[in-house]
């Protein structure tokens, strides 16, 4: 006999304090279970209602509020995240799309295209660049010379925003990889940046569309916020950028490699893991805030790298690695480590895997501005003042 209590829509919403809307976005999330009730609605699950609601209570308010994560603070047709099969761009799973498609056929998708934005000329080369810059930091300069390059680079005409998004995006992987700007497919202009070929070739397409875009990620929401002040394109992949080059975002793969790289064979792993715990240090790159159980991002990049690179040394290695962290952390690794292990099986260079995440977020990011720019209204969260008041 099932005792599980179930609520209706307007029960579940009551008990929640928010909009049918709302829950709903809940349930797609995966916050909330959801069955099948009479007619073609819908019944919730209390006690995932009970949970979430004592999770949102319990969250602390201290300096920084209690920000805004895991509510939705906005409505887009872009990306929904799936906690069993992850992201789905515009209806279609991003995990099927890395095995069939193309980082450019994603953008299209992604951008709503109706024709093909990248038929075009590549652009042309950046401006020189100081040396011994990082390639997050050249890219960042890079972006804020666009407007030398280009004469429309402040219109927000639909006409032409998506070619500039084409266009951004070929010049941003040209100066991430020191090349010069190129028509070729992107992944093919890292494989052979990187000395890439064969089959191994198709770990890094993987890669790059399993990284498009993940809804609204810090760096998507600050790209948002930009656009919604009507900030040029090229200026919003700036804001989008600085909040990804943080540890806790994209530089996050830079911390999973410190590791991985110290394991040189199958011995290592467990005594270097169980000293970390010991140590009460955490393994970056193990659990995940959004999903309530794997990330399918990283199970499935990390199944096409075993496919097509079985025989190296790293991958050889990889399913104890996987092992031991889950036995020691109690989760599975998510796409911040499967974006390092193709580094290090790959033997790429210094912050290939940050680069690979964010040629690939660039196209989320362009996404993101271009809804943005549709949407009427400026980004203007409020505040809750939790200090001194006058007397």
């Not at 008990?15 to 099948?36: D, F, H, K, M, N």
């Amino acid at each position: 006999m099932n005792d599980r209590v179930y609520l209706s829509a307007r029960e579940a919403a009551a008990e929640l304090g928010v909009q049918p809307a709302t829950l709903y976005a809940y349930v797609s999330r995966g916050l909330i279970r959801s069955v099948p009730g009479p007619g073609k609605q819908k019944r919730y699950d209390a006690e995932d209602v009970r949970r979430f609601l004592a999770q949102k209570a319990e969250e602390p308010v201290g300096e920084g509020g209690k920000g805004l994560s895991g509510a939705p603070v906005l409505s887009t047709r872009l990306t929904m995240i799936s906690d069993e099969v992850g992201p789905i761009y515009r209806g279609q799973s991003a995990t099927v799309l890395a095995r069939s498609s193309s980082l450019e056929a994603v953008a299209t998708l992604l951008w709503g295209c109706e024709s093909d934005p990248f038929h075009e000329a590549a652009p042309e080369a950046a401006p020189n660049l100081p040396e011994g810059l990082d390639p997050l930091s050249r890219l960042t300069m890079a972006l804020a010379a666009w407007p030398l390059l280009d004469r429309a680079a402040y219109t927000l005409s639909p006409n032409l925003l998506s070619k500039k998004g084409a266009a951004l995006l070929r010049y941003g992987t040209a100066v991430l990889l020191g090349q010069a700007a190129s028509n070729m497919p992107i992944h093919s202009q890292i494989a052979n940046a990187w000395g890439v070929s064969g089959p191994k070739t198709a770990i890094l397409r993987a890669a790059l569309i399993l990284s498009a875009d993940h809804e609204l990620n810090t760096s998507a929401f600050t790209v948002r916020c930009a656009a919604s002040t009507r900030a040029p394109l090229h200026a919003a992949l700036i804001s989008g950028l600085g909040a990804f080059s943080g540890p806790r975002h994209g530089a996050s793969p830079d911390r999973v490699v410190a590791w991985i790289s110290s394991l040189q064979s199958r011995d290592d792993v467990e005594p270097v893991l169980s000293a970390r715990l010991a140590r009460g240090e955490p393994l970056p790159g193990i659990g995940h805030g959004v999903y309530k159980h794997r990330d399918p991002r990283a199970d499935c990049l990390l199944a096409v790298l075993q496919e097509n690179a079985a025989e190296t040394p790293f991958v050889v290695m990889l399913p104890k690695v996987i092992e031991v962290a889950e036995s020691l952390y109690g989760d599975p690794p998510n796409v911040d480590f499967a974006l390092a292990a193709v580094q290090q099986a790959l033997e790429l260079p210094e912050h290939a895997a940050k680069t690979l995440f964010c040629i690939g977020r660039m196209v989320g990011w362009i996404a993101h501005a271009l809804e943005q720019y549709a949407a009427p209204d400026k980004i203007r969260p409020r505040a809750t003042y939790i200090g001194e008041r006058p007397s």
